[in-house]
T-cell receptor, first 114, second 110 residues
Framework: EAGVTQFPSHSVIEKGQTVTLRCDPI?????LYWYRRVMGKEIKFLLH????????ESGMPNNRFLAERTGGTYSTLKVQPAELEDSGVYFC????????????FGPGTRLTVL | GEDVEQSLFLSVREGDSSVINCTYT??????LYWYKQEPGAGLQLLTY?????DMKQDQRLTVLLNKKDKHLSLRIADTQTGDSAIYFC??????????FGAGTTVTVRA
């Protein structure tokens, strides 16, 4: 069984540009999560999808971030326009069910905004 | 401030035991977790403990939970070079959102 994959693994962009991160969850997992780790600090929750619906986006930093999961399969996280403080590692995770079911994490996308 | 706190670095000699400590804030968390991140890899669930347990042992890993003090620890016996990684403590204040600490970087020296 393939794990959670993320693309790209690294992205370096200039302030003001747009970047789109992609996450492919484990097949059959309805739940998809985005997290972010900034500058070696704690990993923070960004949002949670169940299939194509956003269940909780309380962790999204501001309206420069837009997450989508059309068709309930892969998800994208777009940052437009990117700012310096957006640099960090963006992790995606998926799980089959809620309620304590294990979340399987991808390797993360390291975003650097110059 | 952080909801989950853990020390940032730990250096241990190969063959010794490692103990990583964590404090959390939400007493309603059903599970508490330890994740491991090796270089270039994603987060891997290492072990977890249900909130009504005091201890869980899994081969070289021992998890201790002090619910009164909201303190969680992970002990790794006979630490090996392959145990070098970042270890994250996490709680689930609701049934889907994980709240992580900043991670403890464990370095195993020969």
């Amino acid at each position: 069984e393939a794990g959670v994959t993320q693309f790209p693994s690294h992205s370096v962009i200039e302030k003001g540009q747009t970047v789109t991160l992609r996450c492919d969850p484990i097949s059959g997992h309805d739940n998809l999560y985005w997290y972010r780790r900034v500058m070696g600090k704690e990993i923070k929750f960004l949002l949670h999808f169940v299939k194509e619906s956003k269940q909780d986006e309380s962790g999204m930093p501001n309206n420069r971030f837009l997450a989508e999961r059309t068709g309930g399969t892969y998800s994208t996280l777009k940052v437009q326009p990117a700012e310096l403080e957006d640099s960090g590692v963006y992790f995606c995770a998926s799980s089959h069910q809620r309620g304590g079911d294990e979340q399987f994490f991808g390797p993360g996308t390291r975003l650097t905004v110059l | 401030g952080e909801d989950v706190e853990q020390s940032l670095f730990l250096s241990v000699r190969e063959g010794d035991s490692s103990v990583i400590n964590c404090t959390y804030t939400d007493s309603s968390s059903t599970y508490l977790y330890w994740y491991k991140q090796e270089p270039g890899a994603g987060l891997q669930l290492l072990t977890y403990i249900f909130s009504n347990m005091d201890m869980k042992q899994d081969q070289r890993l021992t998890v201790l939970l002090n619910k009164k003090d909201k303190h969680l620890s992970l002990r790794i016996a006979d630490t090996q070079t392959g145990d070098s990684a970042i270890y994250f403590c996490a709680e689930n204040p609701n049934d889907y959102k994980l709240s992580f600490g900043a991670g403890t970087t464990v370095t195993v020296r020969a």
